[in-house]
Structures are given as structure tokens and as C-alpha cells.
């Protein structure tokens, strides 16, 4: 008996009930010969992973069966299950102990001047942010876990919504989500918006993913925000290798992926993202990881401990995948209790200083009763950024470095152009509302 894989299906519509995938699949089941491992149709179907919108199917299936699905009218795509690799931050070596002894735990929040934005009462409260990586340690990481609202697990290959099954045994989701929204408390670091809540979305416990769980974890987002459970932001601290899933003109995954992120986007719900740590190894493409390779993604790179480029951060000549920077290289592990003189690199962290930064954006313009869209909170990121080395944007480093202190100010002038003038979106884009401001007003670049 041959044993069933996973495959991932993408409907020609972007909007297909559970009821009609189910019976489609349910048909293949019939009249194919093999039906490998599956104990019969009903837990077939009761095991499939739907998302009405934008149309995707997770299911297992033996080869006939995919076989069938393929040639299918209503059926755009059908994929294999694949692994791939995360992109791993390592130890930094940034310099000899007493170097590294010299650096303050928060180094990295002071860069981007966090504290500024706290001392206008802004810290993430009512703002939530689901954690799209390896869990957070809940049980070992108690203030970081007052934080965390729910959360769900398919790094086994099974779906739980146990606190114990996204509990993180890798570390790095935890880092992240520390400096996310570590509350504060004496003698700790603490996040960049310390009140926001998280979802802990566990879709690995290792060095790599499977696509299906990726795709799990978008699902659930979406199917949280339509069932009305607000998640402001994804913060997706994983990249795709994009050459893993591009050969030649096959494109196997990327129509799945981009459906994911546009229905994410639709929700109102920010999708933030490291843009790899591959520096520029293959040239003009195919640098940058997924979902940073995205239209509307909010693509994160990596500075250093002074605020310089890390030559190790994804870029490809002549894009503009690479939006902002952030502190990426030498974080601390502070926020998970292991020895705080093993920093680590990786644009994955640099991430998580930009979610919470949209946190404390998104915080604002609600307590100001300001309707915002995704694009709004990425403009006021992008052009609040401090310019790295006068190159202005570009490929390598995008707007600059992520400050908050000035994206609040630039909010504040966003608020009152858009009251004061009743413009449109439609009549003038919102990035060219903020470049106006910018310039009426005193940006550390000017």
C-alpha cells in the first residue's frame, strides 16, 4: 500500500465553499484505485485544511488521486508538500566579550527610539499581533506570557489549539516575540510595544518548514479576522527561498502564496516580513525571501549595532523589496533567559522591532479615530525611516532605519492633513500625503 502525501490546491475561484472542495475531492477518492493509506472518505475529508477565501485546500492525497485533481475544471493548481530551510540566525560576532559587555541589553530599542513614542502613552495596547514562527515559551517566560492571548500548533502535522502545542522549543519565536511586547518590569529589556497581545501561529519546531504549515498558519490568520478575532498584524518571521519554488517558468507554490498575502491584506492586517539573510548571492534575483518578495508586503533588513547596513541582508539590485531596516544584528537574548552575552543575527529580529512598531502606529491612529489602511501604516514607517550613509532609498537598505519616535510624529501630521483637508485616498495617494508633511516638517534627514 502506498502512503499519502500532502498536496496543496488552489481553486479557480478565489471564493470556494468547504461543502464544494470537499466534493470534488471526495469524487477523486472514488474513482481512483489507489487509495493509498486513507482509511476511508470521511476522514479524508474531515482531515482536509480549507480556506474559503482565497480558495486553497490542504489535503492528503495518493498520486492518483492528485493525478485526477489536476485535470479537474475547477481546479487552477495542485502542488506537493515540500520542505525548505529557515533562514538561521546565528551567534554574532560582534567583537571579544568585554566588546559585547559593553553593549546595553536594549541597545536595540533605543535605536529606534521607542521610548519617545511610550512617553505619549503609546505601548500597543488594543493592538495584536500574531507571531507566525516557532511558538513562544509561555512556561519558562512568564511576564512575556501575559501577553499572549491564544495560539495554535501545525509543526507536528496536526492542528491544536492546546497551549502546550505552540509552547516554542526552538527559541527563536520567543526572541521575537519578546521584542515585540516584553512587558515592562525592573531589570528587563522591554519590547517595542509592551502592551500588545499576541497569537503564538507555531509552524515549525526546527530549522525547517513545511509549505503545507506555512500555508496552514496564513489560513488561520485570515479565518480569525473573518470570524471577527482582530489580528492587526502578521509578523511572519520566516523567508522562503524563492528559487525553491521557481524553475525556469514553473512556478510551483507562488500563486498559492500570493493569494495568501492579498486575503491577509483585504483583512486590513499588515504582513510584515524579513526580507532573508543571503545578502545579494544571487544577483538582480531571487535574493530576497518569501513573503518579503511580495506586492504589499512591509519587507524588513537588517543594520548592525551601529546603525550600518549587515552585509548579510537580502537585496537584489534595481527591486524595492527591501522597504525599511531595523536592528538585526547582536540582539540579546534577554527576553528568554539564556545567557544574555550570545547575541544573534538574523533579519527575522529585525522583523519583530518593525510589528511592534506598526503596533504603536496602529495605536495611534485609533485613538485618534483615524481610519488607516496597511498602506497607511507602511508609508509612515518607510517615510519616518532615517536615511543610512545619504544614498536616500535603495535597494540594499529601502527608506532606512525604523524610528519611532518620528513615525508618531509623522502620524500626527497625517491626522491632521487628512481632518483639517477631508482628503481622499483615492484623489491622492496617502504616501504622497506623508512625503508632504515630511517635508513641513523637521525630519532628522532634512
Known amino acids: 500500500?502506498?502512503?499519502?502525501?500532502?498536496?496543496?490546491?488552489?481553486?479557480?475561484?478565489?471564493?470556494?465553499?468547504?461543502?464544494?472542495?470537499?466534493?470534488?475531492?471526495?469524487?477523486?477518492?472514488?474513482?481512483?484505485?489507489?487509495k493509498a493509506d486513507i482509511v476511508d472518505k470521511e476522514s479524508l475529508i474531515r482531515d482536509m485544511h480549507h480556506c474559503k477565501e482565497p480558495g486553497l485546500s490542504v489535503?492528503?492525497?495518493?498520486?492518483?488521486?492528485?493525478?485526477?485533481?489536476?485535470?479537474?475544471?475547477?481546479?487552477?493548481?495542485?502542488?506537493?508538500?515540500?520542505?525548505?530551510?529557515?533562514?538561521?540566525?546565528?551567534?554574532?560576532?560582534?567583537?571579544?566579550?568585554?566588546?559585547v559587555d559593553s553593549l546595553p541589553w536594549d541597545w536595540n530599542i533605543r535605536m529606534i527610539?521607542?521610548?519617545?513614542?511610550?512617553?505619549?502613552?503609546?505601548?500597543?495596547?488594543?493592538?495584536?499581533?500574531a507571531v507566525v514562527y516557532t511558538g513562544i515559551d509561555i512556561r519558562n517566560q512568564p511576564t512575556l506570557a501575559s501577553r499572549v492571548i491564544g495560539g495554535i500548533s501545525y509543526a507536528d502535522g496536526k492542528e491544536s489549539t492546546d497551549p502546550h502545542s505552540w509552547q516554542d522549543t526552538y527559541g527563536h519565536g520567543t526572541l521575537c516575540a519578546g521584542i515585540m511586547a516584553t512587558p515592562k518590569i525592573e531589570n528587563s529589556a522591554v519590547g517595542v510595544a509592551q502592551n500588545a497581545s499576541l497569537y503564538s501561529v507555531k509552524i515549525t519546531d526546527s530549522k525547517t518548514i513545511k509549505?503545507?504549515?506555512?500555508?496552514?498558519?496564513?489560513?488561520?490568520?485570515?479565518?480569525?479576522?473573518?470570524?471577527?478575532?482582530?489580528?492587526?498584524?502578521?509578523?511572519?518571521s520566516v523567508g522562503l527561498d524563492l528559487s525553491r519554488i521557481i524553475t525556469g517558468d514553473t512556478e510551483n507554490g507562488l500563486t498559492e502564496l500570493e493569494r495568501l498575502v492579498q486575503s491577509?491584506?483585504?483583512?486590513?492586517?499588515?504582513?510584515?516580513?524579513?526580507?532573508?539573510?543571503?545578502?545579494?548571492?544571487?544577483?538582480?534575483?531571487?535574493?530576497?525571501?518569501?513573503?518579503a518578495h511580495m506586492e504589499g508586503v512591509l519587507g524588513v533588513g537588517?543594520?548592525?549595532?551601529?546603525?550600518?547596513?549587515?552585509?548579510?541582508?537580502?537585496?537584489?539590485?534595481?527591486?524595492?523589496?527591501?522597504?525599511?531596516?531595523?536592528?538585526?544584528?547582536?540582539?540579546?537574548?534577554?527576553?528568554?533567559?539564556?545567557?544574555?552575552?550570545?547575541p544573534h543575527?538574523?533579519?527575522?529580529?529585525?522583523?519583530?522591532?518593525?510589528?511592534?512598531?506598526?503596533?504603536?502606529?496602529?495605536?495611534?491612529?485609533?485613538k485618534q479615530n483615524q481610519p488607516y489602511t496597511t498602506e497607511m501604516v507602511a508609508a509612515i514607517l518607510e517615510e519616518s525611516a532615517?536615511?543610512?550613509?545619504?544614498?536616500?532609498?535603495?535597494?540594499?537598505?529601502?527608506?532606512?532605519?525604523?524610528?519611532?519616535?518620528?513615525?508618531?510624529?509623522?502620524?500626527?501630521?497625517?491626522?491632521?492633513?487628512?481632518?483639517?483637508?477631508?482628503?481622499?485616498?483615492?484623489?491622492k495617494s496617502v504616501r504622497d500625503i506623508v512625503e508632504q508633511k515630511i517635508g513641513q516638517s523637521s525630519h532628522p534627514d532634512n
Not at 502506498?2 to 472542495?21: G, H, M, P, Q, V
Not at 492525497?61 to 515540500?82: G, P, Q, R, V
Not at 521607542?114 to 512617553?119: F, G, L, N, Q, V
Not at 500626527?412 to 481632518?419: A, F, I, P
Open 386 to 427: 532615517l536615511d543610512i550613509d545619504g544614498l536616500g532609498r535603495d535597494s540594499r537598505t529601502g527608506a532606512g532605519i525604523l524610528n519611532c519616535d518620528f513615525s508618531i510624529s509623522v502620524a500626527e501630521s497625517l491626522v491632521e492633513s487628512l481632518n483639517v483637508e477631508h482628503m481622499l485616498y483615492k484623489k
Open 345 to 366: 543575527d538574523g533579519s527575522c529580529f529585525s522583523c519583530a522591532h518593525t510589528s511592534g512598531a506598526a503596533a504603536l502606529v496602529i495605536e495611534y491612529l485609533e
Open 264 to 291: 491577509l491584506l483585504e483583512q486590513n492586517c499588515l504582513v510584515v516580513a524579513p526580507v532573508g539573510n543571503n545578502g545579494n548571492k544571487r544577483g538582480e534575483t531571487l535574493s530576497v525571501t518569501y513573503p
Open 1 to 34: 500500500m502506498s502512503k499519502a502525501r500532502n498536496f496543496i490546491i488552489t481553486y479557480k475561484k478565489t471564493e470556494f465553499d468547504l461543502n464544494d472542495a470537499s466534493e470534488i475531492v471526495a469524487s477523486c477518492y472514488d474513482r481512483s484505485a489507489d
Open 211 to 236: 509549505m503545507s504549515n506555512l500555508v496552514k498558519g496564513m489560513q488561520w490568520i485570515i479565518g480569525e479576522c473573518k470570524g471577527g478575532n482582530r489580528i492587526d498584524i502578521a509578523s511572519m
Open 59 to 99: 489535503v492528503q492525497l495518493s498520486d492518483e488521486m492528485s493525478t485526477l485533481l489536476k485535470n479537474h475544471s475547477f481546479i487552477a493548481n495542485i502542488i506537493e508538500d515540500f520542505e525548505f530551510s529557515l533562514p538561521q540566525p546565528d551567534y554574532s560576532p560582534i567583537g571579544p566579550p568585554e566588546k
Open 302 to 342: 537588517a543594520v548592525d549595532t551601529t546603525g550600518k547596513w549587515w552585509s548579510s541582508s537580502s537585496w537584489e539590485k534595481g527591486k524595492d523589496w527591501v522597504n525599511i531596516t531595523a536592528p538585526g544584528v547582536g540582539i540579546f537574548e534577554n527576553w528568554t533567559g539564556v545567557d544574555p552575552a550570545l
Open 113 to 129: 527610539n521607542a521610548s519617545k513614542a511610550w512617553e505619549k502613552n503609546l505601548t500597543g495596547n488594543g493592538v495584536t499581533i
